[in-house]
Structures are given as structure tokens and as C-alpha cells.
């Protein structure tokens, strides 16, 4: 008997109440065809209703790809877990999702993406629960939001339980009736090949979750083959655990991309075809990310500026010193940027992302570069929420699993927002001072706590387009001011909070604002001339 089934026959099966896992990062493996057929079914009958869904990294974008959004409708959605959520410009109409977080017609939940995919597995075996220590003292904790995102969202899912002298967070498990998840290629067995993906994700788990429970596993694919001709090896998901296979022949390889052979490590680009970042002042906030790595360092990034480190290491000749790790998981080559970030180009490996996550949350890499919306007093940042825009961030995804336990942070950003700045003689200059103050007293939402990170020892490093600033017992410190930046005007000045200077205060070097490679080494000593120490 065929698997499969058409879109709309799979909308069918989700019924009132069920609780739906979707197995998505954005663009990237988006079962957006079955999504669409639920949200039409919805339109049409008025079911299903009520139903919870569960996405551990966001499923679709504002930029052409709904994913969630074809879900978006008051009565079909009750209440969503979600580790990240569609973002997009604030130029940009907001997405249906957001309207309905914002007038509370949804339960909305913001769980960091390696927990959820631990919630997952631990449905899947059937035990309790989450047992973690992922998220304390940040808004995932009940003392804080309890990973709630509005009113709505009323009931807990998330408690401090004390355990062997230690205090955890417990996360209960919630089993799916259905999982959505996508692949590239099933035969008529349901085995799932991903060939054309640029990431796993956490397919397996999920469908494993859904299935151990009693439930339903649909897989969205392009093509479908003969019985025996997919290679055991390439098998990522089992015909065991696929009850039926819906066939979307034009389903993007991510956002705004058809298909890349790149993406999916069926080629190696050419490193003469990465682009070189522009030259403006997000470029010299990344060289001087750069300067902080060093030779044999598996780096994780996130989005933001921080994204474009990689194209500073090509540039500089340096590329392949640093293994870069992504949350969906790729392991080396070159990360990409804009729609297609999540990617990489010439990876080394691909793991599937609750690995990868399982990696993150213990701190087995060496540094991780990623971005700040805030930072307070505590030197805790808020990456996850701005409440005067909020489809502007996706919230937290992997943010706070990947800090929990890195042992080297680098945020990037600018100082203020919405400064005026150019590159002048050798430095910075700020054309007109920005109106919103980034370093406050107190962060609106707590994706890193700085008070855990300096009872852990982690090297947490600050790099604006200004000034330097570390983490110390004591709170923030300038270490290092950037050429025509004048300290007590345009930093001081610029913060709600009082801020240490470095006795042995150090000026970036010039030759970061030049159009030229600067000479980056990162063979253990300082480069540059010793601008950090």
C-alpha cells in the first residue's frame, strides 16, 4: 500500500487538540506544502482547532516561505513552543504570529531550540522530562518569564527543582500526535534521504517522539523512489518511523533558493566565489571580533554582524584555522549569509542539530560569536526581545543553550542604536549620536546572565564600534577605545550605567578602518600588535 498521500489528505489527519511537531529552521526544510494545506483545511471546515504546535527552530521567514504563518489563524492555533520565530525588517508588516502574541489570542512560548529538541527525545523514551541547567537566570527561568511570551501563556512549563545538592530547571516532555518534518527523497517505503537539504535538523527526533507515542509522522519530500535504491548509509530517518509521504516537488532548499549543490555538500565552492564583506563599520566590529580567535578553535556564530567573521578570515588568508559550528548543523566550510544563513558552504560534516545542541550545551567548543540587542549592568544581554518591534528579532533559538556553557563569549554590536557613524581618518566618527541607549541598567529580557557567567569563569569579551568592554567581577569594564572616539563623550556618556576603564586602557589599531587586509595572525600570541590582551 502507497505512502503516499496528497497535501490536503494530510491536513486531514490532524485533529482537534493535537499537538503538532514541525521539524523547521526558517526556509530551511520547511515542510511548507502540508503547513498551507492545514491552514486552507482550516479555512474550509473550520478544523482542526485548537491544536499546540512545537517548533524547535522557527518554521518559515517573512520573505516568501509562511511556515508557521499558514497557521496563524485564531482558533486553529492555541498555544505554540517555539525556539525562534519568523523576523524580518520592522519596515516589514509583521507576521500573523506576532499579531497574535501581541493581542494574546495565542499561548506563546519563546524554550531555547537544544531544549526543545531534549523535550523531544525525552517523549520519545517515554521518561518525564528535561532536567537541565540551560536557562537559569535567564527568561526561560519561572523566577524570570518562564519562557512566556504574553499574557496567554499562563501555564508553566517550565520549574527550578533541586537534585543531587543542585538546582536544575525541569522542563516536562509533551508528546506530539503528529510530526512534520521534510527530506528530500523517500522511497516507497517512507526511508527519508536528505541530499538536497542544507541540514538535517532533528527529523529523527521527532518523528521517533511521535511515533513511540502512538502518533503520526508525515514527511514532506520532493521525489519519490523505488523500493532497495537509497543507500542504507544515506537513510535519515527510517520507513519504520514514516506513516505517510506528501510530495511538494518545488519546496525550496531555503529561503529564496531553489537548490544550491553548495549547500547540501554536493560540491566545494571555489573560495575565490565568497564575497568579501563591504567595508563600513559592521566590517571593522567583525575584524575585531576576528582578532579574538585563535589557530585550532572550533568557533560557533550567530546572526548579526559576528556573521561575517568567516569572509574576514578568507580575506585575511586565514581560513580553515578557525572549524565553524552552526546551531542547524554544520561543521566547518564557510557559513552563509542573508536568507541562506543556517547553511554552509564546503562543511566539513553535517551533524543533525540536537547533536550539535548536546555539544553547545556543555561548552565542548571553544568560543562562540554572537550579537546583542542590550547590555546591563550585570553584563547580561537581551538578544530575544524588543518589545517596540518585535518581529524585528526571532527571539532566542539557540542563544541560550549555546551560552550557557561557552567558555569564550564575543558579543558584537553597535554602542547606541541609531547613530549616524562613518569611517574617517583612521577611526570612527559619529555624525549624529543615537537616540536608544544599548548599555541600560537593567536588560528588557535576559538571554545570557552575566551573574552565572562570572560564577563560571567564562572569558565574556563586548566589541562595539567604540570601545571594548569586559566582563569582571566588578561589571563592565572599557578595555580598548576605538581612534576618534573620545571615552567620556561618546561612551561614558553614552551608557545608563558607570563603567570601569582598563588601566592599561588600549586604542584598536588603525589599520582596522584602512580598505586593506590588516595582516590577521591567529597563531596564539596577540596580533596586531598586541591591541587585546
Request: aromatic share 6%.
Amino acid at each position: 500500500m502507497s505512502k503516499v498521500i496528497s497535501a490536503a489528505q494530510a491536513a486531514s489527519l490532524i485533529k482537534d487538540g493535537m499537538v503538532v511537531s514541525v521539524s523547521s529552521s526558517s526556509g530551511l526544510g520547511c515542510p511548507d506544502a502540508v503547513l498551507a494545506a492545514i491552514g486552507e483545511r482550516f479555512d474550509a471546515e473550520g478544523h482542526p482547532k485548537a491544536i499546540t504546535t512545537l517548533h524547535p527552530i522557527a518554521a518559515g521567514d517573512m520573505y516568501g516561505i509562511k511556515g508557521i504563518d499558514h497557521l496563524a489563524k485564531p482558533g486553529l492555533l492555541k498555544r505554540t513552543l517555539c525556539g525562534s520565530y519568523p523576523s524580518g525588517p520592522s519596515s516589514a508588516e509583521p507576521p500573523q504570529i506576532w499579531k497574535m502574541i501581541g493581542d494574546n489570542s495565542v499561548a506563546a512560548y519563546n524554550v531555547p531550540s537544544g531544549i526543545l529538541f531534549d523535550m523531544h527525545r525525552e517523549a520519545a523514551a517515554k521518561r518525564p522530562g528535561v532536567l537541565t541547567k540551560v536557562g537559569l537566570d535567564t527568561f526561560a527561568d519561572p523566577r524570570h518569564q518562564g519562557c512566556a511570551m504574553n499574557a496567554a501563556a499562563s501555564e508553566p512549563i517550565v520549574s527550578v527543582q533541586q537534585f543531587d545538592g543542585e538546582e536544575w530547571l525541569y522542563f516536562r516532555a509533551i508528546v506530539p500526535n503528529v510530526s512534520i518534518i521534510r527530506a528530500t527523497t523517500a522511497d516507497e517505503r517512507g526511508n527519508l534521504t536528505y541530499e538536497h537539504e542544507g541540514a538535517y535538523l532533528g527529523g529523527l527526533e521527532q518523528a521517533l517522539a511521535a511515533r513511540n507515542n502512538g502518533g503520526v509522522v508525515i514527511a514532506q519530500v520532493k521525489r519519490v523512489v523505488e523500493n532497495g535504491t537509497l543507500k542504507p548509509h544515506d537513510v535519515r530517518v527510517p520507513g519504520v518511523l514514516v506513516d505517510h509521504i506528501v510530495v511538494a516537488p518545488d519546496q525550496l532548499q531555503t529561503t529564496l533558493t531553489p537548490y544550491d549543490p553548495a549547500i547540501s555538500g554536493e560540491i566545494f565552492r571555489p573560495l575565490s566565489t565568497f564575497r568579501n564583506a563591504e567595508m563600513n563599520v559592521q566590517k571593522v566590529i567583525a575584524r575585531r571580533v576576528a582578532m579574538e580567535l585563535r589557530d585550532g578553535m572550533a568557533v560557533n556564530i550567530g546572526f548579526g554582524i559576528s556573521a561575517n567573521v568567516p569572509r574576514i578570515l578568507l580575506e585575511e588568508g586565514q581560513h580553515g584555522k578557525v572549524t565553524w559550528v552552526i546551531e542547524q548543523g554544520a561543521v566547518g566550510g564557510v557559513p552563509l549569509l542573508d536568507f541562506k544563513f543556517g547553511c554552509a558552504s564546503n562543511a566539513e560534516a553535517i551533524m543533525p542539530s540536537p547533536h550539535q545542541f548536546i555539544y553547545f550545551q556543555a561548552g565542548g567548543f571553544d568560543a562562540s560569536l554572537l550579537s546583542f540587542l542590550q547590555i546591563d549592568r550585570h553584563g547580561s544581554v537581551n538578544v530575544s526581545k524588543l518589545s517596540a518591534r518585535p518581529h524585528v528579532t526571532a527571539g532566542a533559538g539557540g542563544f541560550v543553550d549555546i551560552t550557557s556553557r561557552a567558555k569564550k563569549i564575543v558579543f558584537s554590536g553597535f554602542f547606541n542604536a541609531g547613530a549616524k557613524l562613518s569611517l574617517a581618518d583612521g577611526g570612527i566618527r559619529i555624525d549624529q549620536e543615537g537616540k536608544v541607549k544599548k548599555v541600560v541598567e537593567e536588560v528588557e529580557h535576559i538571554s545570557f546572565s552575566g551573574k552565572r557567567a562570572v560564577a563560571q569563569g567564562q572569558d565574556i569579551t563586548y566589541v562595539t564600534e567604540r570601545c571594548v568592554m569586559k566582563l569582571t567581577p566588578d561589571g563592565l569594564m572599557v578595555t580598548e577605545l576605538a581612534p576618534g572616539i573620545d571615552l567620556e563623550r561618546d561612551v561614558l556618556a553614552q551608557a545608563d550605567i558607570p563603567l570601569g576603564i582598563a588601566n592599561d586602557l588600549k586604542v584598536t589599531p588603525e589599520s582596522l578602518y584602512q580598505d586593506r587586509p590588516i595582516g590577521l595572525s591567529l597563531n596564539g600570541a596577540a596580533s596586531l600588535g598586541g591591541a587585546h590582551g
